[in-house]
T-cell receptor, first 118, second 108 residues
Framework: ETGVTQTPRHLVMGMTNKKSLKCEQH?????MYWYKQSAKKPLELMFV???????ENNSVPSRFSPECPNSSHLFLHLHTLQPEDSALYLC?????????????????FGAGSRLTVL | GQNIDQPTEMTATEGAIVQINCTYQ??????LFWYQQHAGEAPTFLSY????GLEEKGRFSSFLSRSKGYSYLLLKELQMKDSASYLC?????????FGTGTRLLVSP
């Protein structure tokens, strides 16, 4: 497989469920990201990992818990979510963490996990 | 603060030229990306601008004026497959800040 792969593509869960989103990149990149995309809203950065260390947490509620066990894998653990958390969750990776703008900071996105919270 | 403004929707016909404008106000700016996103798919990279001026890449070109906080994406010889959302993403303190995107509809 190539690029950035996300599973599952679609997830429906109740507010009391615990589920996880998985992201895998086969590009040898050092930085990985979780973004949230809601209808008619801009992409919102949630978490950034660089070399497996969390370097950014954009005031995301604790019901979202990221995990980066190695530079190729990123998880988003979901627990007691709210209906307003229903959205498309996009994983992305880049060669280096975004700093000076260059080709090394181009984001490669996965196709996303469409989450519906009932 | 961070503020990005792009038109919500534009329409154009096949073979035409369309210009998608983006104005922005971000702190710590050092460049701007454009991404394309087809419905139900991942955003894909189109271009980035660091310096003022025009960057040309085949049918797509992107322009940046840092002093005016302004960029545009120019699409030439439009094709039906160009129907998508176009996301303007200036950088702010070492991270991208995305606009809501411009949905482009190309008709025959």
């Amino acid at each position: 497989e190539t690029g950035v792969t996300q599973t599952p593509r679609h997830l429906v869960m109740g507010m009391t469920n615990k589920k996880s989103l998985k992201c895998e990149q086969h590009l040898g990149h050092n930085a990985m990201y979780w973004y949230k995309q809601s209808a008619k809203k801009p992409l919102e950065l949630m978490f950034v990992y660089s070399l497996e260390e969390r370097v950014e947490n954009n005031s995301v509620p604790s019901r979202f818990s990221p995990e980066c066990p190695n530079s190729s894998h990123l998880f988003l653990h979901l627990h007691t979510l709210q209906p307003e958390d229903s959205a498309l969750y996009l994983c992305a990776s880049s060669q280096d963490r975004q700093g000076e703008i260059s080709g090394a900071n181009v984001l490669t996105f996965g196709a996303g996990s469409r989450l519906t919270v009932l | 603060g961070q503020n990005i403004d792009q038109p919500t929707e534009m329409t154009a016909t096949e073979g035409a030229i369309v210009q998608i404008n983006c104005t922005y106000q971000t702190s710590g700016f050092n460049g701007l990306f454009w991404y394309q996103q087809h419905a139900g798919e991942a955003p894909t990279f189109l271009s980035y601008n660091v310096l003022d001026g025009l960057e040309e890449k085949g049918r797509f070109s992107s322009f940046l004026s840092r002093s005016k906080g302004y960029s545009y994406l120019l699409l030439k010889e439009l094709q039906m497959k160009d129907s998508a959302s176009y996301l303007c993403a200036p950088t702010g303190f070492q991270k991208l800040v995305f606009g809501t995107g411009t949905r482009l509809l190309v008709s025959p």
